[in-house]
């Protein structure tokens, strides 16, 4: 099965921190961008972060800019999302994505993305 799958999701208070993880599975990985997204309850999906596929180039978006770090292992096919000082808006499912080809920005907007994870939730209590 071609997928990324998640893990690390859970229930932390704000102002903690929690890191998400993500393999991908089936495909070449290093050749693709790896993004992060979110959506809130009631909300659209949005974009958070992502990752050129050689590591070299990141993009957050602003809400997140100097609270979160997305690192990626071409080694093990492992992206990452570290979640610092969070906040009770940051309560939503957390979907890992790979994008259409190696540059960040082709894992930074919906339309160009080739691979979607499930989703793993995170909730932020204030």
């Known amino acids: 099965q071609v997928q990324p799958v998640e893990f690390g999701g859970g229930l932390v208070q704000a102002g903690g921190s929690l890191r998400l993880s993500c393999r991908g599975f089936?495909?070449?990985?290093?050749?693709?961008?790896m993004g992060w997204f979110r959506q809130a309850p009631g909300k659209e999906r949005e974009y958070v972060a992502t990752?050129?596929?050689?590591?070299?180039?990141?993009f957050y978006a602003d809400s997140v800019k100097g609270r979160f770090t997305i690192s990626r292992d071409n080694s093990e096919k492992m992206v990452y999302l570290q979640m610092d000082r969070l906040e009770p808006e940051d309560t939503a499912v957390y979907y890992c994505?790979?994008?259409?080809?190696?540059?960040?920005?082709?894992?930074?907007?919906?339309?160009?993305?080739?691979?979607w994870g499930q989703g793993t939730q995170v909730t932020v209590s204030s």
């Open positions: 994505a790979a994008g259409s080809g190696r540059i960040a920005t082709t894992a930074s907007q919906q339309s160009l993305i080739v691979y």
């Open positions: 990752i050129a596929g050689s590591g070299g180039s990141l």
């Open positions: 089936g495909f070449a990985f290093g050749s693709n961008a």
